[in-house]
């Protein structure tokens, strides 16, 4: 297993569509183990591949509830379903020191496939779901802040700009 570097806002990487996962083999297996080892190494509760450059449509979540791990993916994600709005506290691994509230679905239900292909589908509602959607943003290439004002997107801007240059220094 292996910790992959994750891009950080606003690197034009992060912009990029993923692509569906169409070779289920030992490549993919442990693209999804080193995705876990990465976000938790971070200290996420998910990560979408394309926030490591590697534009395949691949996720991992581990909600962390209770104090307990409760590690799930889905390769090729789709949302068929959705149900209600709540907002939801994110904040992002590829932006880090800023939150916000971001209006996401409440219940949603999500068609995927796993690890050899087989395909399935899960009802999640809650931070769970939100989750869930926050990382298949990152597949379609949005990120969390796209959601918030010009202004608050302009600060997240500023106060990253100011991360980067404390870490040259």
Same mark, same amino acid.
């Given at each position: 297993?292996?910790? %992959?570097?994750?891009?950080?806002y606003? /690197?034009?990487? !992060?912009?990029?569509?993923?692509?569906?996962?169409? @070779? $289920?083999?030992?490549?993919?297996?442990?693209?999804?183990?080193?995705?876990f *080892?990465?976000?938790?190494?971070? &200290? &996420?509760?998910?990560?979408?591949?394309?926030?490591?450059?590697? /534009?395949?449509?691949? +996720?991992? @979540?581990?909600?962390?509830?209770?104090?307990?791990?409760?590690?799930?993916? %889905?390769?090729?994600? *789709?949302?068929?379903?959705? =149900?209600?709005?709540?907002?939801?506290?994110? &904040?992002? +691994?590829?932006?880090?020191?800023?939150?916000?509230?971001?209006?996401?679905?409440?219940? #949603?239900?999500?068609?995927? @496939?796993?690890?050899? &292909?087989?395909? $399935? *589908? #899960?009802? *999640?509602?809650?931070?769970?779901?939100?989750?869930?959607?926050? =990382? #298949?943003? /990152? !597949?379609?290439?949005? !990120?969390?802040?796209?959601?918030?004002?010009s202004?608050?997107? =302009?600060? @997240?801007?500023?106060? #990253?700009?100011? +991360?980067?240059?404390?870490?040259?220094?």
């Amino acid at each position: 297993m292996a910790i %992959l570097p994750i891009l950080s806002y606003p /690197h034009p990487h !992060l912009r990029k569509k993923a692509k569906p996962v169409e @070779v $289920f083999d030992a490549s993919l297996a442990q693209l999804i183990e080193d995705l876990f *080892e990465t976000m938790y190494a971070d &200290g &996420g509760v998910g990560l979408a591949a394309t926030q490591t450059d590697i /534009h395949w449509r691949v +996720l991992t @979540v581990d909600p962390m509830e209770n104090n307990e791990r409760q590690p799930f993916y %889905l390769v090729n994600p *789709e949302v068929i379903e959705r =149900e209600g709005t709540m907002l939801s506290p994110e &904040g992002c +691994l590829s932006v880090p020191g800023a939150y916000d509230k971001i209006t996401r679905s409440q219940r #949603i239900k999500v068609r995927a @496939v796993d690890k050899h &292909g087989k395909a $399935f *589908e #899960i009802d *999640e509602s809650g931070y769970r779901a939100a989750i869930i959607q926050h =990382e #298949i943003d /990152h !597949l379609d290439g949005k !990120l969390f802040i796209d959601y918030l004002s010009s202004m608050k997107r =302009e600060r @997240v801007r500023k106060h #990253i700009a100011e +991360l980067s240059q404390e870490k040259k220094a």
